[in-house]
């Protein structure tokens, strides 16, 4: 920083102090007391910061101020919740073609390697005939991919996969029973009759 031109400094005898000359009233002499430049500095940044906080938030009006933000952000929670929601109880059979088309995007990804593309089974058991290890209602499938039985091979999707996702899954198996795919696994377990 410059100093001003029209301040004049001069010392004091005594103590060797800058005073400005001049200014003097009553025999009280005043300090050349000058902020420190770090301070000048921070003080322009504060001005600066100002300006293209006023020309982003009121003038262009580009960023959202508080409340917006708020509102988007409650917004967007909210289709979340809805969107992770199960649609009823979560053990509910789910039957239109989207729900079950989401079933079996998880289904191919997570599933299909054990229980194979069509539910005949590998190592797995065959998910298409009426022989159900765990039972064959939507509530006992929704239970074996929530709880899994680990110590045989399968495990708790609960932590990887929504709550909607394992009533997908689930409503997507259980639509399987009787398809008969070619080269079906051995039937394992009983035979559950469904209602
Ligand atoms: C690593 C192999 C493996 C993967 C991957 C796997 N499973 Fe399994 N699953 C098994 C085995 C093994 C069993 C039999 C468990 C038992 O004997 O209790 C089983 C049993 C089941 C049963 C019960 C069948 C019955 O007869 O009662 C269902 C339903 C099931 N799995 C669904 C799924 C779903 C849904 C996924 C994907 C999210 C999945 N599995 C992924 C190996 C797997």
Redesign the pocket.
């Known amino acids: 920083m410059e100093e001003n031109k029209d301040l004049k400094i001069e010392k004091d005898e005594l103590t060797g102090d800058e005073l400005l000359a001049g200014h003097e009233y009553d025999g009280i002499k005043e300090l050349n007391n000058a902020l420190p430049k770090w301070w000048l500095w921070l003080f322009y940044l504060t001005i600066v910061f100002s300006a293209v906080y006023l020309l982003r938030y009121h003038v262009l009006k580009t960023a959202d101020l508080q409340d917006a933000e708020y509102a988007k952000e409650m917004a967007a929670a909210a289709k979340n919740i809805q969107a992770n929601k199960p649609a009823t109880d979560g053990t509910a059979l789910l039957t239109d073609p989207a729900n079950l088309a989401a079933g079996k995007v ?2 191919d ?7 194979l593309a069509e539910g005949q089974g590998l ?5 298409t005939d009426e ?6 209602s939507m509530e ?2 929704v239970e ?2 929530v709880k ?2 680990p ?5 708790s ?1 609960e932590k ?2 929504k709550p909607l996702e ?1 009533q997908q ?2 409503s ?2 259980y639509e399987m029973e009787g398809t008969n795919p070619p080269n079906p696994k051995a039937p ?2 009983q035979i559950y009759k469904r209602d």
Request: glycine share 14%.
């Open positions: 998880v289904y990804k997570l599933c299909a390697v054990c229980h190592v797995g058991p065959n998910l022989y159900w290890i765990h039972g064959g006992d499938i074996i991919i899994g039985n110590s045989k091979g399968m495990i999707w990887q996969l394992i899954v689930a997507y198996i394992e377990g």
